[in-house]
């Protein structure tokens, strides 16, 4: 294969997995709502701005908790908590739909 082609190759193949690599998002939570339709749990960090998030369509701006996952129950009892105390809650999404795929709570010490 030529370079050319092999340097498109890798950049097609880096662009399709981004959302793979999707950064931690640290911070206060300032929001937790749960959508019009009774089971979406939406949530927002202070400082944190997010945009065509398709996750909840109606608020384009908000991550989610994803309803499928064994531990939503206690994500979003983690949420909860970690909003009431001040703690940062750190937040790992597939950046496309903005889904949360990971999250851990960051205590002072």
Known sequence: MSNKLMAL????????SLPTF???????????AIGYDGKTISV???GRTLSSCTCYPAWPNRM????????HDKEFAMLIS???????????????????T????????
């Open 64 to 71: 989610c908790l994803d309803e499928t996952r064994a531990s």
């Open 82 to 100: 970690a909003q009431a105390r001040g703690e940062k809650v750190g937040i790992n999404i597939n950046e496309s739909t903005c889904e949360i």
């Open 9 to 16: 190759l890798f950049l097609s193949v880096a662009a399709f």
């Open 102 to 109: 990971s999250i851990y709570e960051q205590t002072a010490n």
């Open 22 to 32: 999707a950064e931690w998002h640290v911070g206060e939570i300032d929001m937790i």
């Open 44 to 46: 927002g960090q202070k």
